[in-house]
């Protein structure tokens, strides 16, 4: 929809020169656009080389399912150029989801017939399917937003507290290096000088780290207790879209097990006709 017709025309017989036709095979474009804000194309391929006889044997190359990704890399490239060109910021992305590490569910592909059913308010499965999806997309951005700010807390008190600490070490050594100064002793003496200093440090921490410590606890609490309540959301939600689906195999299991019953009876009865 970024692109003009014809624009969209000129950037499909490049693709399609580049990737199909330079080797050999033969291209039938048709766009599809029946204003819905889908603009899309359908490409048929020949897998069978042309020779001065007509047609040779299928080339297995040209078949390979390797070359799909490459073909969906270099659409992925040829669009994000032609939109560049266009001044427009957004970009696609042949990669899953999972490969380019979002943690978000794909939606299923609907069609022309579901998206016209739905589109005059009749509700299908493949919507309903893609509704679930939707939400669980939805539910998993809330609960990635709130981890994220609960790390952001988690690495401020962190930074801080080690700022505290910093300051009280050192200041807690130098009293420790003049007592043993004054007394004329080495610094090192033993595991139970190293208690007695560990002691003393323990309790020279300082108010600002305390305070510090205190702020992180209520804020980190109440963020960690917002998140637990996100995830139980989210895993409720998920138990009930698996209960629904579950239902739903089985009452497909049963209207299929009905229908073969059905066909069954059907064909004693015409075996006993016969007879």
Excluded: C
């Excluded at 804020?219 to 009930?240: M, P, Q, S, T, V």
């Excluded at 299991?253 to 059905?262: D, I, L, M, Q, W």
């Amino acid at each position: 929809i970024e692109l003009n017709r014809e624009e969209q025309i000129k950037l499909l017989e490049k693709y399609t020169k580049e990737n199909f036709v330079d080797n050999g095979m033969i291209a039938d474009i048709a766009i599809h656009d029946i204003e819905d804000g889908n603009p899309h194309a359908h490409i048929m391929l020949t897998m069978r080389n042309i020779t001065e006889n007509g047609f040779g044997n299928k080339n297995r190359e040209w078949n390979d399912r390797k070359n799909i990704e490459l073909w969906r890399e270099n659409l992925a490239l040829i669009i994000n150029k032609a939109l560049e060109e266009k001044g427009v910021k957004d970009r696609v992305n042949h990669r899953s989801y999972k490969e380019q590490g979002i943690e978000k569910l794909p939606t299923k592909h609907e069609g022309y017939v579901v998206r016209a059913m739905e589109k005059r308010g009749i509700k299908t499965n493949r919507g309903n399917e893609n509704r679930k999806i939707l939400e669980k997309n939805k539910m998993l951005q809330v609960i990635n937003e709130n981890f994220e700010i609960l790390m952001e807390l988690r690495g401020d008190y962190n930074e801080s507290r080690f700022r505290g600490v910093t300051k009280t070490e050192r200041r807690v050594n130098d009293g420790v290096g003049e007592e043993e100064r004054s007394r004329g002793v080495e610094k090192t003496k033993g595991r139970s000088e190293e208690n007695k200093r560990r002691s003393v440090y323990e309790r020279g921490i300082s108010d600002r780290t305390r305070k510090d410590d205190e702020k992180y606890k209520k804020n980190g609490i109440e963020y960690f207790e917002r998140l637990k309540k996100d995830r139980e959301l989210a895993e409720r939600r998920e138990r009930e879209l698996r209960e629904l689906e579950e239902e739903r195999i089985r009452r497909e299991k049963e209207e299929y097990r009905r229908f073969e019953e059905s066909l069954r009876r059907n064909r004693e009865n015409e075996r006993e006709f016969e007879m």
